[in-house]
């Protein structure tokens, strides 16, 4: 018999069931259970009502495309737009430029690493539940905390979350407060660099400063673009801190109003399921919109070593 013929017996040969293959399907059965009940079905079920109009009370109504035009002149939803947009434009560059800082200072050995590193690492635990967003709106009062610190240096305070020029900033103010966890993945992103580059650079005659803009800095843009991108995804998808502060109303007069929060408002205080599942869809092509062109500008200016 020759090889060419072991070789297509071979590959008509029927694949027999093994223990562990079996094993391994019931494993996975959870799993893709969960993925077609709480993701895909779900997914698809939206998609279906974003074409109708549904108040959860009647049967649903097709009406197109419908839900996608009212959004052309949707005041509100322009609004909530631009406030999200801010937001993340905002918040999460200077809530990346804080934990890099804060990783490149742990980063040099620094007594009690592992003490500091979980102490900044728990707003990220936090940041994000009701109970830290009670607060915030506390020490962000009229009479909180915040206004008594200015009042020791003989400054008047104001009503930083019932003001329209301010309210978004205490919530901005708040993600950034939320720098653990990309603090934590820069600083094991430091850990993986090569203490050779830098041995190297300062033979060279870097300064220190040389040596983070010129070793460190294109290094670590791997580890900065997956920060990015993930903390770009969270911040789209905030709706807790917006609901708790302005009381689920968005204000005052809108500054608050989170795109995620309108789509709760039309969906669960107006019972316009139809249209918040359009909104909700909206939602997916802009984030999938910002996440396609990170890939696309990572291109010119992630640098991978290899």
């Known amino acids: 018999m020759t090889a060419a013929t072991e070789l297509r017996e071979l590959r008509s040969a029927p694949v027999k069931s093994k223990p562990e293959n079996k094993a391994a399907f ?3 059965l959870p ?6 009940a709480v993701t895909l079905g779900p997914m698809a079920a939206s998609l279906y009502l974003s074409f109708t109009k549904y108040n959860l009370l009647q049967p649903p109504e097709f009406t197109g495309i419908a839900n996608f035009e009212r959004m052309l002149t949707d005041e509100r939803l322009h609004s909530s737009l631009a406030v999200t947009f801010t937001y993340v434009l905002v918040s999460v560059p200077l809530q990346l430029g804080l934990a890099l800082g804060l990783a490149v200072l ?12 979980s102490v ?3 707003p990220s635990l936090l940041g994000a539940s009701v109970a830290i967003a009670v607060l915030w709106r506390t020490v962000f009062g009229t009479e909180g905390l915040f206004n008594e610190g200015l009042a020791l240096f003989g400054i008047e305070g104001r009503g930083w979350i019932a003001d329209p020029e301010t309210a978004l900033s205490t919530l901005i103010t708040l993600n ?9 993945i820069f600083l094991a992103g430091l850990r993986q660099i090569p203490v050779m580059y830098y041995e190297a650079a300062a033979v060279d005659g870097a300064s220190p400063l040389r040596r983070f803009t010129s070793v460190t800095l294109p ?6 673009f997956f920060n990015l991108v ?3 995804i969270h911040a789209f998808q905030s709706f807790t801190q917006a609901f708790i502060v302005s009381g689920g109303t968005g204000g005052p007069t809108d500054s608050t109003l989170f795109f995620s929060l309108y789509l709760y408002q039309r969906g669960f205080g107006n019972f316009d399921m139809g249209y918040a599942s359009a ?10 919109a910002f996440t396609a062109i990170n890939f696309w500008a990572s291109k010119y200016w992630v640098h991978y070593d290899d």
């Open 219 to 224: 290094l670590l843009t791997p580890i900065i």
């Open 230 to 232: 993930l903390q770009i």
């Open 279 to 288: 909104l909700a869809w909206l939602l997916l092509v802009i984030i999938g």
């Open 26 to 28: 019931w494993f996975l």
């Open 176 to 184: 950034v407060w939320t720098f653990g966890s990309p603090m934590v």
């Open 120 to 122: 900044f690492y728990l």
């Open 31 to 36: 799993w893709f259970l969960g993925l077609f």
């Open 106 to 117: 742990l980063d040099r050995g620094i007594r009690g690493l592992g003490f500091y590193r």
